[in-house]
DNA sequence: CTGTTAGCGCTTTCAA
DNA sequence: TTGAAAGCGCTAACAG
């Protein structure tokens, strides 16, 4: 045979114009040529398997460093079926919650080689869909989703892919004591506890009429709720009117609104438990507006130690939550799911701490 | 020929146990045997290209539908060099301000096919470097950047990438009115003349010694700083002790310090000029402890117009700065430049707002 | 420990 | 307007 026959032999070997529908970029096979082994080889080498002679895994770094190769995350992704992206899905970047929570996730995520993909749901379960329709095709290795509550169609979604996935901020239900927790992976604390914590606060103080405010009534929020429902009830101090729910978003403005509101429907209450710390905040300088003595006429609670809840006249008594742990120990137990290791503790209670301040 | 000779011919068409490496997903040619077309003619159908029999187009859509196809992103990526993600990097998330600009950035990008991947490079030019490079292999299909500030490696990855590329926030020096503007894109407002604004207000309120605090100095405040000077030299008042910066991050604590600082320093001051509205926002609940009367015996300015600002004690005159409208344009700039169409305005304006209220 | 082969699912290119 | 061929850059699977 000629050896000037044509294609078949190694066809990109001596391609010095490359194809046509290269990219430019310095590809596996690029450097593989260069330290005279095979792609494979090199990918092996690069990705940091065993069994590759660590003399060749030197040298085939070094000659990825000097042809600045850069491996091509579609490629890989096509190839392997994985890759190297999670999903976070938060209700909302406006609450400095959220942001403390993807902080710590993505430090973890980053450090292990992953990186953080970023959705907003705006507590709509229907957006959250939509996010899952349209990032699930990205497979990305892992799922770290803001609490359980997930319309049916996304629960299958989630099922069907197959993607671990861990649940943050809130735990998941235990409804006997002797029997074995639901093993659904989740890390968070409490909700209903904190605010019975809150709320046993109050009651200590000398308060008799607590209102419950909230906006926002997300699971979370109705789990505080909860709370404060049964230690009132136990102790027969329960009203209904007690209880200012508004649907819609939290803010200062609607602080200071359900101040008003409350006092107006019960001259008597001496004590407003808040959902979230930036409508007591709005509360606190409404108070200070109208001149209403806090704590001594009126004791005002939030929850989740927001910024500036320390610098508030006076400094407001709330809950801190243990975001920046749950995002770095979701994140943590997210990587060992997707490596297929056993997690220890599927169910992960990270607690919460009362700040007791002067506002109560 | 026997019809049952061996593999070269359909290698796929019979397949029903698959590949072993096969992602059991509905690929495209799984839908074009269902149609009895090419998976060619499927894929320009679904990717709405033109030429193609409108029947055809129809059925393959129910077809598509019908099987639950959904297009794999990464061999989309890989074979067309493209992807329809948008990195977009911006400081911080726990300012207002950004998540502003994220979420209309986000509500544009979707619209039209493509996902924010969110980037934060906590006002570090090497952590913006490192973020480039771990993302820029993703092939994004444009970027969107806070400012100008970018390391001298940062800005060769960006031009060597060739991907299309808007800058958020402020505006491109024009060093001669008479000369053509530099034509690098970029959405914002000038800094600077929102500086000269508020500190002309302030004078014009009477005041005298007008002191500039910042946290947080990058590129954006120290533009503001300089229209301060600007104003207060052509008046004869400018001091350099007027001046109290402090590198690190701002927050409502850092406002009360920085107040305090202030009228240590110099008992004269009469207002005091913030760079964001949290450290202003800090510096009037430290006047109300303090009882110092605001804004008779000391305005207080702010900018950005956040959450909280009309709700203080007075309420704090600022500066509203368009982030919604910022995001929104740059994000509608960046799919012109994606698109190869020529941009009408690459250097624009959307200027700012002074928002007068009690403090000043 | 290393290499060969054969795709992953899609789109570019070119021909019909 | 449609299709066939080829290949994007990488890795699974199997040999050796």
Redesign the pocket.
Known sequence: MDSNAS?PSS??SA?RG???????????????QAV????????????G?????????EKIHAAAERMG????????A?????STQVLVLVPLLSNTLFVDLIESIHKVLFAAGYHALIGVTHYDRAEEEQLLRTYLPLRPAGLLLTGFDHSPAARKLLADSGIPCVHMMELSAVDQPSQLADQTPCVGFSQAEAGVAITRHLLERGRRRIAFCAGQLDARVMQRAAGWRTVLEQQGLYDPALELLWPRPTSMALGAELLTQALQRDPAIDALFFCNDDIAQGALLEALRRGIPVPERLAITGFNDLPGSDQMLPPLTTVRTPRGAIGAESAQMLLQLIRGELVATPRLDLGYELVVRQSS
């Open positions: 294609p066809p990109r391609a490359r194809s046509p529908r290269a990219s430019g970029r310095v590809t596996l096979s690029d450097v593989a005279g082994v095979s792609a494979m080889t090199v990918s092996r080498a690069l990705r398997e065993r069994r590759v002679d660590p003399l060749l895994v190769y850069v491996p091509d995350p579609a490629a890989r096509l190839a392997s079926q994985k």
